[in-house]
């Protein structure tokens, strides 16, 4: 199964249904269910505005599952501006940059986080026997 690292806290938001439409500066084909990583990295700003305590989120850690069911592709800073309440970025786009937003449904949270490292991009659980 594939999965995907979020900065914490949108890893978070996204897991708990919150968030339904991940931001990246790429796109990508893939469709279906993937796991939801929570880097080790946590954007202390998002943490204060959607006062979340840094100290109670999971790091590292695979936190949930979801499926992404489509990309839409946004133009500039009107466009994102409009999602905001579905992607909860603080961000806007840097001299309109081209943005992908990747369409999430059906999200959930694991009750217990299981600890793994992150990669860039979505990349393959490997399981060790």
């Known amino acids: 199964m594939k999965y995907i690292s979020l900065k914490q806290p949108y890893a978070e938001l996204l897991a708990n249904g919150k968030k339904t439409i991940e931001t990246r500066g ?13 880097s080790k990295t946590v954007d202390v700003e998002a943490c204060k505005y959607y006062e979340i305590d840094m100290d109670r989120i999971a790091k590292g850690a695979v936190i949930g599952k979801a499926v992404i069911y489509d990309v839409k592709k946004y133009l500039n800073n009107n466009e994102f501006a409009l999602d905001r ?9 840097v001299n309109n940059k081209n943005m992908y937003g990747f369409l999430i449904k059906d999200a959930i949270k694991f009750d217990d986080a299981v600890p793994c490292l992150g990669k860039m991009g979505f990349f393959d659980v490997v399981y060790e026997l």
């Open 85 to 93: 309440n579905k992607h909860l970025s603080l961000k806007k786009l």
């Open 26 to 38: 790429w796109s990508t084909k893939f469709r279906g269910s993937f796991l939801i990583h929570a």
